[in-house]
């Protein structure tokens, strides 16, 4: 049976990477984002170099709950196991909480935790009752460190880690791993407008192997937590 690997923000940047990375593994894919023509583009380069998957995509805007819904019931119609899911959608605006725009908080909390929150609870059920899985959610160093230009991007995804470290102690008896993925800078669009050099970026592709490498590990092991930083260091 084939099996699937479901990413969101997938036309684009990481998870474009890991849209790569899992199709030539074999995985079929079911992936959303909002552009259609980045997930047609996707869809055509993989189906091409990899005739043996399936490639699913919806265009979604996972900051609304009925689209995240909408995106969820198309993995369960394609009838696959769903054995990688991967929460990476996600949005930076740059800002510190007394100065940023207003709305700031409530588009990146909708959009970089709401949209895993809904779409976990869509899928979990049928993982649970396959018992097997594994839960990728894509945090940010921001998700441990208060960086002052990071707003509420850095409530979001320290609100992300929680979630993650949650269901990480919740799925254990259901045999679902869950591993919460912390990158440093990574050189991605969420980058655009720096005038910084590409040495002080990690390549989006690092973050798509060290996920597939720990999805590989034996069963019975789960890592639980992986933070990564480009080797200059952090930025800023
Ligand atoms: P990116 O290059 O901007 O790609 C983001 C992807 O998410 C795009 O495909 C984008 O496509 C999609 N997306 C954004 N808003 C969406 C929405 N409302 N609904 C559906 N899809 C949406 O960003 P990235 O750097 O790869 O970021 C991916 C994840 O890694 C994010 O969660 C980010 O916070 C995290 N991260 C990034 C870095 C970094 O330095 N790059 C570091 C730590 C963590 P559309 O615009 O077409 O929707």
Known sequence: ???????????????????????????????????????????????????????FIRPTDVSKKEEVLNFAQMVQE???????LVNNAGVFLPGQIHQEEDGA?????????????????????TMIEAKRGHIFNIC????ITAYTNGGSYCISKFAMLGMSK??????????????????????????????????????PEDVAEVVLNTYHLSERTVI?????????????
């Open 1 to 55: 049976m084939k099996k699937l690997a479901v990413i969101t923000g997938a036309g684009k940047g990481i998870g474009k990477a890991l849209a790569e990375c899992f199709a030539k593994e074999g995985f079929s894919l079911a992936l959303c984002s909002r552009t259609e023509a980045d997930l047609q583009a996707l869809q055509a380069k993989l189906t091409q170099e990899y005739p043996e998957i399936n490639v």
């Open 78 to 84: 394609t009838s696959l196991p769903v054995e990688i």
């Open 140 to 143: 940010s160093t921001a998700s």
């Open 224 to 236: 639980e937590e992986i933070l990564m930083r480009p080797q200059l260091g952090d930025i800023g």
């Open 105 to 125: 908080l409530e588009k990146q909390i909708e959009t970089n935790l709401y949209s895993a929150y809904h779409l976990i609870r869509a899928l979990v059920p």
């Open 166 to 203: 949650v269901l990480r102690e919740e799925m254990k008896p259901y045999n679902i791993r869950v591993t919460s993925v912390l990158p440093g800078a990574t050189l991605t669009n969420s980058w655009t407008g720096s005038d910084l050099p590409e040495s002080r970026f990690m390549p």
